[in-house]
């Protein structure tokens, strides 16, 4: 718990970002009915019945003290996914800098082996120089949420 306390701790450095990342099962629900409209003095009005669509993980990456954040919505949250997603967001997100420190809990899919899995050995191995991970500790993912809201 003291080096994630001791990250957040840090001033803000632009060039060695702390993002703060973490993904969240949804379900897809759609309408049976369509809805009433609200209208003066009328509450609207929704059935409680529901189609089930199916479901999607949606990743969320922020870098509290700029105010930056992305989300992504997959179908999935695999460990291909999951490489993915850190990919982007040091091609993409931040090209410019040499490393990102990078809070996560600990699920079995955010490892640097992703990466191995994912990649050819030689682009593996370049994304996973640029990270700095800081793993939050077990059933401490609430020190993750509190970067993740504003």
Known sequence: MEDILELYELPY????PVVCM???PYQLLGETRAPILM???????RDDEYIRNGS???FLFTEALSGWRHAEPQEH????????????LLEV??????????????????????LYEAFPPDLARSLARRLEIHYTPKH???????????
């Open 140 to 150: 401490g993912n609430w020190l993750n949420k509190r970067l993740s809201t504003p």
């Open 22 to 24: 973490d993904e969240k």
């Open 93 to 114: 997100d931040y090209p410019e800098c040499s490393t990102v420190r990078l809070v996560l809990d600990n699920l079995n899919t955010h490892s640097i082996s992703s």
């Open 77 to 88: 949250r695999t460990r291909i996914d999951w490489a993915n997603q850190v990919r982007y």
């Open 13 to 16: 450095d632009s060039g060695i």
């Open 56 to 58: 999607c993980c949606i």
């Open 39 to 45: 209208k003066r003095g009328r509450p609207e009005r």
